[in-house]
């Protein structure tokens, strides 16, 4: 496979229709609204202001509805409704954690669920957003992963997560209203359902968005992009994106890697920490965050976090210690906190911030690793996925 052959994951594809209907606009970047406008009769020299007034409508002000478009002539305004609509994913439940996390469980098209985990902190508010119905990667200590992959999402979906999460906390600015830079979502993770690489055009479309100065306006500096390594597609993200990158790591022998994230078998630690080397220069980005959970007596010993720190030697970095979210059926345990503690003396000793996320939303499983959809609930027991594994 060459550096520009696309990535796709081993499924079946099944051909869907296209939708009929009206035309959602949510998720059109600005080239595919600009030639929807022009298939809906625009004028071609009016088309470019029209975009802009559009654009700033839908993702400055989270309108939802043509008639409010009121620098529009009216008739063009009507003309609009015949053709489009303005729709983001539908809110099935919403629950909130006694730390303030909030989880909603959304509808897409198809009646297929995904989950979007919103965490509030002193500093910052953070929207965990997904990216595919399910997930293809089986990361066996991941709820998410053992839900199978459906199909990926569609920019629409994506960007509307951020939508619907700014829709619930009240956060489309008042037209006229001096402007407010303080954010309630200030910060976007691409840690939700599904791995992200897989499904790059739609993620790279609704980052577009999301990061457009004229509507929700996020910087890419803001934005962070986890993968478990799809290697092809890191130069990619460094290039079309330029946002923040994460890593599931979580191992630091291919053995213990191949069992925890089975995408290693496909691109090894070695390729991968290739591919991590060159993004920080591709991206303009500070330095890439390591993600790993901690597991107990797999990956948490003394000596793993030696060879964590021999292994990202010269990658401007940082490693977030994830204490192991526990679900039903789990086959793993959370690393004793004296051990995690000692790890990340270690890796702090060697000169990375190595900080210990506090697991949020754990009581509504919205915290890391524990998303996945109600409707897909059906639990594997303890003793299938360590079998599966081989860790048991």
């Known amino acids: 496979m060459t550096a520009t052959a696309p990535i796709t994951q081993d499924l079946v594809t099944i051909p869907r229709k296209l939708p009929e209907g009206p035309v959602n606009l949510v998720g ?38 043509f008639d409010s478009m009121t620098n529009l002539a009216k008739a063009y305004r009507a003309q609009l409704a015949e053709r489009f609509v303005i729709e983001v994913p539908e809110v099935v439940s919403r629950q909130v954690s006694a730390d303030g996390t909030r989880k909603y469980l959304v509808k897409i098209a198809g009646g297929h669920e995904v989950e979007v985990v919103y965490i509030p902190e002193t500093d910052r508010g953070t929207l965990c957003i997904s990216s595919q119905v399910g997930c293809t990667l089986t990361c066996s200590f991941c709820h998410t992963g053992t839900q199978k992959l459906v199909r990926n999402l569609t920019a629409g979906e994506i960007v509307g997560q951020i939508m619907l999460a700014r829709d619930d906390l009240g956060e489309w600015p008042e037209q006229g209203a001096p402007k407010d830079e303080t954010r309630l979502l200030s910060n976007i993770v691409l840690m939700g359902m599904g791995e992200p690489l897989y499904n790059f055009e739609g993620v790279r479309d609704a980052m577009k ?161 524990q998303l996945k959809s109600a409707t897909e609930r059906a639990r594997k027991s303890r003793a299938q996925i360590a079998a599966e594994t081989g860790l048991g």
């Open 28 to 65: 059109l970047t600005r080239p595919q609204l600009r030639e929807a406008l022009l298939a809906a009769g625009t004028p071609e020299k009016q088309v470019k202001m029209r975009v802009n007034q559009i654009w700033q409508w839908i993702y400055q002000w989270g309108v939802r509805d």
């Open 209 to 369: 968005i999301a990061m457009d100065p004229e509507g929700i306006s996020l910087s890419r500096r803001r934005i962070t992009l986890s993968t478990s390594g799809v290697v092809p597609e890191i130069a990619k993200t460094a290039e079309e994106i330029g946002c923040l990158l994460a890593v599931s790591f979580h191992a630091t022998t291919d053995e213990v890697r191949d069992k925890l994230v089975p995408i290693n078998k496909r691109w090894n630690i070695e390729t991968l920490l290739g591919a991590l080397r060159e993004y920080p220069r591709l991206s303009n980005s500070e330095r890439i965050t390591f993600e790993y959970v901690m597991l107990k007596d797999v990956n948490d010993s003394d000596a793993d976090a030696r060879r964590l720190v021999k292994l990202i030697q010269g990658i401007p970095a940082k490693i977030n210690l994830i204490p192991f979210n526990e679900w039903p059926g789990a086959p793993y345990q959370r690393s004793d906190w004296s051990r995690i503690e000692a790890f990340a003396d270690i890796i702090y000793k060697a000169g990375y911030a190595s900080p210990i996320r506090t697991p949020r939303g754990e009581d509504i499983m919205a915290a890391c690793g």
